[in-house]
């Protein structure tokens, strides 16, 4: 695809703040640190899934509670899951008190369990997503509705917990998600995204839409939905495309990193 002055100008921007951030002094300030800490691929899974659930807010604030909950969980979340999952009484002494924001107790023991159940059947979280996909799946919607649905097929699934598990079916613009997968699937040399799973292709994975991402998005005239909602997550994720067909979340990195930092596009 044949670029015109426009986006060569987005690109450079894009380009430049993607290789300021896409590097590993951007984990000891995200939440990503954190899974980065774990050697086995079903701990950072775990605690991946977890830690990106629970970022709203500060990410500072988002860390210290993700690395309270990894220390309740006595450093092994696997471990912890498989043989403490259904253990109210034991959830109760470990985590009782553990919370983030709307966050609590009852989602604590509905994420443990629904764990606990799944790693007995599955080697790794990503069938849980991969097993909606086909070679044809243009993203990662399928990927999205299927883990919905097969994440709340539990009897004990309680309808408050449906709040911190977004979907496409209801428009969710599903940041946390989307966020989780760009994490567990895309690889490079940056040190940055673990790149542990291989039936998700990065070109397959949609950007995370955060406020931040947002507004700089629109700054450089690649989104222009009004509603922030998953049609704005399509409508980014192709536009970026044109810049790297094979990898356009990477391009998140510079989006993210510009707005935290303030960095207006047209004083680039």
Sequence with gaps: MTLNAKQIRQQAVLEHYHDRFNTPDFLPDDPLGLVHAFDDPRDREIIG???????????????????QLIERMEGEPLRYVL??????????????????RTFTLADTRYFLSWLRWYYQRNESLEDAFARHLTADSPNIEPALRGFHELFFSLPEAPHR??????TPAR?????RLCMFLRWMVRQDDRGVDL????????????????????????????????????????????????FDPRDPTRYDFALFGMGVEGIAPEAV
């Design 49 to 67: 899934f977890w830690v990106a659930t629970l970022a709203w807010g500060r990410r500072a604030t988002i860390i210290d509670k993700g690395q």
């Design 83 to 100: 043989e403490y999952g259904d253990d109210a009484d034991r959830i109760g002494r470990d985590l009782g008190d553990w919370k983030h």
């Design 161 to 166: 917990t449906r709040k911190h598990v977004a």
């Design 171 to 175: 428009k969710s613009r599903c940041k």
């Design 195 to 242: 790149g542990q799973w291989r039936r998700i292709r990065p070109d397959q994975l949609c950007v995370p839409l955060d406020v931040h991402v947002e507004r700089v998005g629109r700054s450089l005239g690649l989104l222009k939905r009004k509603q922030c909602d998953w049609q704005a997550v399509v409508e980014l994720t192709e536009n970026l495309k044109r």
